[in-house]
T-cell receptor, first 114, second 113 residues
Framework: NAGVTQTPKFRVLKTGQSMTLLCAQD?????MYWYRQDPGMGLRLIHY???????AKGEVPDGYNVSRLKKQNFLLGLESAAPSQTSVYFC?????????????FGPGTRLTVT | GQQVMQIPQYQHVQEGEDFTTYCNSS?????IQWYKQRPGGHPVFLIQ?????EVKKQKRLTFQFGEAKKNSSLHITATQTTDVGTYFC?????????????FGKGTHLIIQP
């Protein structure tokens, strides 16, 4: 099992450009999440999905869109990148057991917007 | 909204010394999780605590969940260089946890050999 994978690993964008970050998991998890991590800020939830075809906003959703067309994939889109979106983006997934809430994280995407 | 506060932000210790990080939530938590992130890496799940007053041990690591389920701590005995990293506590954002985690800002553990 590869677990949670993210592509790309690094990306540099100019202000106003768009891009899509891909997250894939092979653990058949129902729930998937996108977080961003900034220095001194911990991790903050952007959007999440509780199943194929469903998405919901997290703590910091502005400027991002997401889609979950297939259970194993969760895409994060930036339509018009801004320097404030320079960050490390982590995708995570978890199983719906109703008891344990352990999240499995991908390796991250480091995005710089100039 | 819910806030999870963690102290200290940085902790420098000599190898072999003990280390403790503390976590406080503004609301009662159904559970609390702890994650470790090595420099340049991604968060890795360490443990989940669910019961009031719960204490769990993993080798040199001891995790506690407060009686009121609003605070938690992680204690490492006799630190080793492999313990270097940032330790995060996290609680469910709301309800049953389907909607992600609210993380503390983390405690960076720096070990001097």
């Amino acid at each position: 099992n590869a677990g949670v994978t993210q592509t790309p690993k690094f990306r540099v964008l100019k202000t106003g450009q768009s891009m899509t970050l891909l997250c894939a998991q092979d653990m058949n998890h129902e729930y998937m999440y996108w977080y961003r991590q900034d220095p001194g800020m911990g991790l903050r939830l952007i959007h999440y999905s509780v199943g194929e075809g469903t998405t919901a906003k997290g703590e910091v959703p502005d400027g991002y869109n997401v889609s979950r067309l297939k259970k194993q994939n969760f895409l994060l889109g930036l339509e018009s990148a801004a320097p404030s979106q320079t960050s490390v983006y982590f995708c995570a997934s978890r199983r719906d057991t109703g008891v344990t809430y352990e999240q499995y994280f991908g390796p991250g995407t480091r995005l710089t917007v100039t | 909204g819910q806030q999870v506060m963690q102290i200290p932000q940085y902790q420098h210790v000599q190898e072999g010394e003990d280390f403790t990080t503390y976590c406080n939530s503004s609301t009662t938590l159904s559970n609390i999780q702890w994650y470790k992130q090595r420099p340049g890496g991604h968060p890795v799940f360490l443990i989940q605590l669910v019961k009031s007053g719960e204490v769990k041990k993993q080798k040199r690591l001891t995790f506690q969940f407060g009686e009121a389920k609003k605070n938690s701590s992680l204690h490492i005995t006799a630190t080793q260089t492999t313990d270097v990293g940032t330790y995060f506590c996290a609680g469910p954002s709301s309800g049953g946890g389907a909607d992600g985690l609210t993380f503390g800002k983390g405690t960076h553990l720096i070990i001097q050999p």
